[in-house]
């Protein structure tokens, strides 16, 4: 890898800045002075977190006839997580620094004789294992009874509905289950922006499996999803896949690979491929009782299907599609800076904008807004000079601006500019609709 990109780390800064200042993301309860590691979406970062998503389910579920939809609880009983093996083997390694009282996880230490907040060293306590799990009380009453988990992943939603899921639909392995919800995990040592926090939201899918399948499907679905980050606009420089060490599996993986992207301070995971073998539904039916194979009548075979798991982070996935679209030029001796996003996860499509706020273009403009709109993701921004309104919808990566002028009244004719190029044309307003679908 030494002969491909470095890290920028002067990235992170300019996305981050960005971000607050056109809405994307903000940091939450600013106002009292934030809450660690929890982060709020702003009216563009809202669309384009959407758009992430739409585009995950698109490939993921609709084109597809072999997968299918879920969305489970949030909540669950204890015996889930028991079963799944995340209240024993959910841990990370924590010491305290005598010294300074802060806190860290071991294993990220780069100097495990130093605290990195002090100074100090030989100063940390013995390592002790914390589970990540959010627990809590479900109901008026409190005790053991009582007790309930914030799911940490929504895979287990998925193994524990298997038999629900394939009995109703009718289908056969190999056949995938996908969910797209949040996921709580209480991280020790949360940061970098979005990449790693507490409260989180995940796209994942469970693909059930004939067991002599398994190895052909995880190398499908490795592929299949690094090919997707591609095909959205990131270059393959910016990606790897990388397989794990023996070391690093979980406990339920026999193969795992990571689709890693270049962020600011190096490679960091965005996606995970799991060959998780039979585990998840083993455990679930010795724990619950309750039958979970599939009998293969063509075979006349009875076997509980292994689960090949590609799941991905929702937000992490879209701050990568933001450093990876960042750019700057040099326009008319003015620095600009531009979101070069794919239209598809573009928070807008396409805004309109009058060249003036006088009544006889506003109407007609607004007129158009709520015919694009019907179509596209359209944004209407009146305010400031046409110049600045461009460079506006630059950074947040709006594709087109159709312009309404005053020529716009006798021609019925717009302008069209594109973000990428800054080129325009001149269009008829009864033929923008079928101009963006034919340029997008």
Excluded at 193 to 206: A, D, G
Excluded at 280 to 295: C, I, P, R, T, V
């Amino acid at each position: 890898m030494s002969d491909g990109p470095s890290p920028k780390p002067e990235l992170f800064d300019q996305v981050v800045n960005l971000c607050k200042r056109r809405g994307f993301v903000f940091q939450s309860a600013e106002i009292y002075g934030g809450f660690r590691s929890t982060y709020d979406y702003g009216p563009v970062g809202v669309l384009m977190l959407r758009n992430v998503k739409d585009a995950w389910w698109r490939t993921m579920v609709q084109r597809r006839h072999d997968v299918v939809g879920l969305d489970t609880a949030i909540l669950g009983p204890p015996q889930i997580w028991e079963a799944s093996g995340h209240l024993q083997n959910f841990t990370d390694p924590l010491v305290d620094c005598r010294e300074c009282g802060q806190r860290f996880r071991e294993d990220t230490l780069n100097d495990p004789g130093t605290c990195p907040n002090c100074g100090s060293t030989d100063s940390f306590t013995e390592a002790r294992n914390f589970n990540l799990m959010f627990k809590t009380q479900a109901g008026p009453v409190t005790g053991s009874g009582a007790d309930a988990y914030l799911r940490p992943e929504t895979a287990q939603g998925m193994f524990v509905n298997y038999a629900n899921v394939q009995t109703s639909t009718r289908k056969k392995p190999p056949f995938g289950i996908a969910q797209i919800g949040k996921s709580f995990r209480n991280e020790i040592t949360p940061g970098n922006f979005v990449f790693r926090t507490r409260e989180f939201e995940q796209m994942e899918m469970e693909y059930f499996v004939p067991p002599d399948e398994a190895a052909k499907w995880y190398e499908y679905w490795c592929n299949e999803r690094l090919n997707w980050y591609i095909e959205l606009g990131i270059s393959p420089d910016l990606l790897r896949l990388r397989p794990h060490e023996d070391d690093e599996l979980s406990h339920y993986s026999s193969s795992t690979s990571d689709i890693e992207f270049l962020f600011p301070w190096g490679w960091g995971e965005l996606e995970g491929i799991a060959n998780r073998g039979d585990y998840d539904l083993q455990q679930h039916a010795e724990h619950s009782g309750k039958a979970l194979d599939f009998y293969d009548q063509a075979n006349e075979v009875r076997y509980v299907p292994y689960v090949i798991e590609p799941a991905a982070g929702a937000t992490r996935t879209m701050m990568a599609f933001l450093m990876a679209a960042y750019d700057t030029d040099t326009v008319n001796d003015d620095e600009r800076t531009v979101l070069r996003l794919h239209p598809s996860i573009a928070p807008f499509t396409v805004a309109v904008l009058p060249l003036s706020k006088k009544p006889q273009l506003m109407e007609p403009a607004q007129k158009l807004f709520s015919e694009l709109a019907e179509h596209f993701s359209t944004d209407f921004d009146e305010t400031q000079a046409i110049g600045r309104r461009y460079r506006r919808q630059d950074e947040i990566g709006t594709p087109y601006c159709v312009t309404f002028d005053f020529d716009s009244l006798d021609d019925e004719a717009v302008t069209i500019r594109y973000r990428d190029t800054m080129e325009q044309v001149r269009i008829p307003i009864t033929g923008v609709v079928q101009w963006l679908r034919d340029n997008l």
